[in-house]
């Protein structure tokens, strides 16, 4: 194995693992802050419990994103520095910006939450996990501009033997970063919308804090149902737009070799990397991709081999998690809809709360696979026809990087278990019981 | 112009990160000495607790703007000094979810493995820190192409070790400080009494420092050139002074403010001297990571200025507020009920 090959798999793991985390900080901070929000407006016992259970699993899930995070901004430095310097002085800015704007507001009101329960009033209490959320999903905007910038550069020049940035409101506002940031913060909304739901139907199940989870189910289900159905029409909308920008990403999650018009949409077929073609293809309905593509059944759609073999991306991963994704995101949307009409009855539906109960791990699933999409699909290039990634990696020994890649599986995995077995056991253990000892304000 | 500014904006982050986090990363380096037991030790977390996070932000802005304003020298800097970045990165992280994970489970083994955690987590970085700046100030060996010519050993030569030395004692001191200002009783008296012993130990390594310095670096070319400078590091040593005469009449806030004003001159000092390098290469003064040959565009600068003169004052503005809101001393009947929330 090369530094490279090693340079990206550690990438793939850090990025891999603190993706497992920050989808559920910037949904259920966006929750905790409106449970939080209705007990100070109506004084209900109940939301100020929920937003402490809640809470308690957050913190846990929030620190891991924050320490991951970190390593996160130092790998463009440590294994990536020919991309930092070729490109550092767009990317660079944006996560200079981001640090100053967003990671500032949200370490520092999440520690006041945490520990100003007694010294804050209810409502300024409440401000600072609202002022948490908005932090945590600013931040996400402008780390998804700066990802937006390595699928679709924008704004820039090459000048000096690097890019340099030339028009910055060019690249905070172009359509395809704002595309990316809803289509992701969707998906974080539908995660944490299942992960509480899923955590109230374990209750749900055994009978017990019955009124408690029916209401943290309706909040989870409001927040996953409104972006499930969103996601499925801005999801397309995203596709399209991928159609336009990066031609060899969407030919590489369709499969789809040769260019033509009126290109069907096949419903199952298995991609043949090395002869270029598909494998068994089944229920090709004309026109269809075109349309979804281009809203244009005789649009002509480009296919693989349109371009040269060293500009295409891996076929195989790329087109199996948009099956993955896409397959989800429906599913998400039948569950969620199926939810409207148990709704009153959750109670007496065991087995839609079972399936509420596994289904916990499906969001995650499927933003792990949308996230290979984007980044898998992108290859070979780091930044979109501008900079190929084999030509970004740092000039450093196999052997560092091969231990410093060893170290993070093995530190990882050990925060994974810890963390999610601390998060499931307080997800078992409950809400405190009731009344809450009263607060001194 | 904007490369200079940028030049000494960066240097202030890098200062005031090791200002406000150097209290935590000395105090967690120091606990097993001054807390005895496990009541003791949870105040010692949660004399840290709701700062440490926002304390490390100012290291990612510290970081982000390396990126940002000097890409060339965020590049050569991260993958030159891979090892020592990756170790301070694992000990980071050990250190962060220690604070998440250690009372969640009431378990004295559990605990003792945190405990563990957080004194490697705060004493590696405070460590290699150090070594990473003192090299830094001694020039690292890069080539024409900005490739790092050494090792991890290239870094552990006398000067860098002293300045690991450095940092970890003046750190240690800072955060038996800290804890001073949290706590009252035993606690508080055993944690000056520790910064008292750790003084003199600071004085010493502080004096072979600077001693060494005139050997070793050119740090003190921009002093001689311009005498007004040595302002800078006079405040250090004054404040150094200061640290121990408010120490001994027990003002212990303002014993740690004047060690924070040591920690701060001193790594100006440093900065200002290595000025107009980032990184001095040793192999070829021409090989030097410069503000002008390393900096990033006007216009990015320009941009990155605007937005660092409209959010740090407010960042400083709420952090100062947050120190407000916690002031009080730690009662131990406050740290019993946080722990079932």
Known sequence: MDVLLLSRLQFAAATFFHFLFVPLTLGLSVLIAIMETIYVKTGDEDYLRAA?????????????????????????????????????????????????????????????????????????????????????NLSAVWILIANAWMQHPVGYVLRNGRAELDNFLAVVTQPFAWQIFFHTISGAYIL????????????????????????SFRMGLALALIFSFGELIQG?????????????????????????????????????????????????????????????????????????????????????????????????????????????????????????????PLPYIALQAGWMVTEVGRQPWIVYNVMRTRDAVSPLATSQVGISLAAFLVVY????????????RFAIAGPEPVPVRKREV | MLGVIWFLLWGVLWAVYFMLDGSDLGLGTVMPALAKNDTERKLVYR?????????????????????????????????????????????????????????????????QIWDLCLVLGSFLPALLFGVAFANLFKGLPIDGEGIYQGTLITLLNPYGIAGGLLFVSIFAMHGSLWLTTKTDGDLQERAGALAKKIWPV????????????????????????????????????????????????????????????????????????????????????????????????????????????????????????????????????????????
């Open chain 1, 236 to 360: 397309h909308i995203h596709a399209s737009e991928v159609a336009k920008l990066q031609p060899t990403k969407l030919a590489a999650m369709e499969a789809l070799w040769e260019t033509q018009t009126n290109a069907p949409q096949t419903l199952f077929h298995i991609p043949d990397e090395k002869n270029e073609r598909n494998w068994l293809e089944i229920g090709k309905i004309p026109g269809l991709l075109s349309l979804l593509a281009y809203h244009d059944v005789n649009a002509e759609v480009k296919g693989l081999k349109a371009f040269p073999r060293e500009d295409r991306p891996p076929v195989m991963p790329t087109f199996i998690a948009f099956r993955v994704m896409v397959a989800l995101g429906f599913l998400f949307a039948l569950l969620t809809l199926i939810g409207v009409f148990k709704r009153h009855k959750l109670v007496d539906s065991p087995l839609y709360l079972k399936v509420m109960l596994w289904s916990i």
């Open chain 1, 52 to 136: 402490k259970f809640w809470g308690k699993i957050f913190l846990v899930n929030f620190a891991v994103g924050v320490v991951t995070g970190i390593t996160l901004e130092f790998q463009f430095g440590t294994n990536w520095s020919r991309y930092s310097r070729y490109v550092g002085d767009i990317f660079g800015s944006l996560l200079a910006i981001e640090a100053t704007l967003a990671f500032f507001l949200e370490s520092t009101f999440l520690a006041v939450w945490a520990f100003g329960w007694k010294r804050l009033s209810p409502k300024a209490h409440a401000a600072c996990i609202w002022l948490v959320a908005i932090a945590s």
């Open chain 2, 202 to 341: 600071v004085l010493i390594l502080a004096v072979i420092f600077l001693l060494a310095t005139q050997r070793v670096t050119n740090l003190y070319d921009n002093y001689q050139a311009n005498p007004v400078l040595f302002m800078i590091p006079l405040v250090a040593v004054f404040a150094l002074l200061s640290t121990r005469f408010l120490m001994a009449m027990s003002a212990w806030w303002k014993a740690w403010i004047s060690s924070a004003l040591t920690i701060t001159s001193t790594v100006l000092f440093g900065v200002v001297g290595l000025f107009p390098n980032l990184i001095p290469s040793s192999l070829d003064p021409k090989f030097s990571m410069t503000v002008t040959n390393s900096s990033s565009s006007p216009l990015t600068l320009k941009i990155m200025l605007a937005v660092a003169l409209t959010f740090v004052p407010l960042v400083i503005a709420y952090q100062v507020w947050v120190h407000y809101l916690f002031k009080d001393k730690l009662a131990d009947d406050e740290v019993a009920y946080e722990e079932t929330h």
């Open chain 1, 413 to 424: 995995g050990i925060l994974g278990v810890i963390a999610f077995s601390l998060m499931r």
């Open chain 2, 47 to 111: 004399s840290m607790g709701p700062f440490w996070d926002g304390n490390e932000v100012w290291l990612i802005t510290a970081g982000g703007v390396t990126f940002a304003a000097f890409p060339a020298t965020y590049a050569v800097l991260f993958s030159g000094l891979y090892t020592p970045l990756m170790l301070i990165l694992f000990a980071l992280i050990l250190r962060g979810v220690t604070f998440a994970f250690r009372g969640k489970v009431d378990d004295p083994k559990w605990r």
């Open chain 1, 192 to 215: 944490a919308g299942f992960v509480v739901m899923g955590i109230s139907a374990y209750h749900l199940l055994r009978k017990q804090h019955i009124e408690f989870f029916t209401k």
